[in-house]
């Protein structure tokens, strides 16, 4: 089955600042790639995802790329505000045919 | 558009004593996922389910671990009877089959086992 890992597993930031979390992942199959934000006590909530036709995908301050070769994707986070900070997760699949495999999250704190 | 219902959101209970959580998903949402999320981890799936059927139940831990979805629509969670590693963070979500994929996750249902 899918597996994947996410680095780092903290990360503090200078508010203005850019962040990365990278993620592996394990299947070739999978082919939808998102990226969801937890803040403290509350349900995880999508904030950008992107599928294997794409390299790169960008909302705004954030930005996804995707490396199907080496089975990596990134999150890059611009500009970085306090608002920012949260716990990070990374997750994996096969759309449609599989659910979602997450990584452990990456906790991002921004300082003001 | 009323999200993802879960409850109840915070239940303590003794260790051996049985648990159930209650999930209501997004209306026409067919397809429903029960995650367990531990402290400082990322969610891991227990059961999908498409409609009634659990298409997916490899991870539930079926001796004391029990699931139902009646009617394709609400669907519980059982624990009997709870043991001390229990104690986490059980996530509900849905999603449209066919959709873009994305989940829309409840606000969860915080285990304490004492």
């Known amino acids: 089955g899918e597996n994947v890992e996410q680095h780092p597993s903290t990360l503090s930031v200078q508010e203005g600042d850019s962040a990365v979390i990278k993620c592996t992942y394990s299947?070739?199959?999978?082919?939808?790639f998102p990226w969801y934000k937890q803040e403290l006590g509350k349900r995880p909530q999508l904030i950008i995802d992107i599928r294997s036709n794409v390299g790169e995908k960008k909302d705004q301050r954030i930005a996804v790329t995707l490396n199907k070769t080496a089975k990596h994707f990134s999150l890059h986070i611009t500009e970085t505000q306090p608002e920012d900070s949260a716990v990070y997760f990374c997750?994996?699949?096969?759309?449609?045919?599989?659910?979602?495999?997450f990584g452990k999250g990456t906790r991002l704190s921004v300082i003001a | 558009e009323a999200g993802v219902v879960q409850s109840p959101r915070y239940k303590i209970i003794e260790k051996k004593q049985p648990v159930a959580f209650w999930c209501n998903p997004i209306?026409?949402?067919?397809?429903l996922y029960w995650y367990l999320q531990n402290l400082g981890q990322g969610p891991e799936l227990l059961i999908r389910?498409?409609?009634?059927?659990?298409?997916?139940d490899s991870q539930l831990p079926k001796d004391r671990f029990s699931a139902e979805r009646l009617k394709g629509v609400d669907s519980t969670l059982k624990i009997q009877p709870a043991e001390l590693g229990d104690s986490a963070v059980y996530l509900c979500?849905?999603?449209?089959?066919?959709?873009?994929?994305?989940?829309?996750f409840g606000e969860g249902s915080r285990l304490t086992v004492l």
């Open positions: 997750a994996a699949s096969f759309r449609g045919n599989t659910p979602l495999v």
């Open positions: 299947d070739s199959a999978s082919n939808y």
């Open positions: 979500a849905s999603s449209s089959f066919g959709d873009t994929g994305e989940l829309f």
């Open positions: 389910y498409e409609n009634e059927e659990a298409v997916d």
């Open positions: 209306s026409g949402h067919n397809t």
